[in-house]
């Protein structure tokens, strides 16, 4: 059974910053693309960022570019989110995400959206200004 605990959410001030993980178990997760979604009160759930099996592509939301960083450590089977320059409007649940298809490569929003199979139950990210 495979399952993602996600961890490190909590309360920060604006421009702060916060390191989110994502433990894997029941899967192998160096043979698969996982990736950070994000929910907003109120609004859809959306990607954040995705790292492919190797880590050799990494693709971002718009939004977060230049204040997020997306890492995996394969022998931790973990994957990781820092976040930086943190902003209000980054307030959301914070969803960890993995792919069933063995070694497929995505570069774009649209195709991990589509491919995240396994999901985390999510970690608050609250951000004051």
């Known amino acids: 059974q495979v399952q993602l605990a996600e961890s490190g959410g909590g309360l920060v001030q604006a421009g702060g910053s916060l390191r989110l993980s994502c433990a894997a178990s029941?899967?192998?997760?160096?043979?698969?693309?996982m990736g950070w979604f994000r929910q907003a009160p109120g609004k859809e759930r959306d990607f954040v960022a995705g790292?492919?099996?190797?880590?050799?592509?990494?693709t971002y939301a718009d939004s977060v570019k230049g204040r997020f960083t997306i890492s995996r450590d394969n022998a931790k089977n973990t994957v990781f989110l820092q976040m930086n320059s943190l902003k209000p409007e980054d307030t959301a649940v914070y969803y960890c995400?993995?792919?069933?298809?063995?070694?497929?490569?995505?570069?774009?929003?649209?195709?991990?959206?589509?491919?995240?199979?396994?999901w985390g139950k999510g970690t608050l990210v609250t951000v004051s200004s």
């Open positions: 790292i492919i099996w190797s880590g050799g592509r990494i």
């Open positions: 029941g899967l192998t997760s160096s043979n698969y693309a």
């Open positions: 995400a993995a792919d069933r298809e063995f070694r497929k490569a995505y570069s774009s929003s649209y195709e991990y959206t589509r491919a995240m199979y396994y």
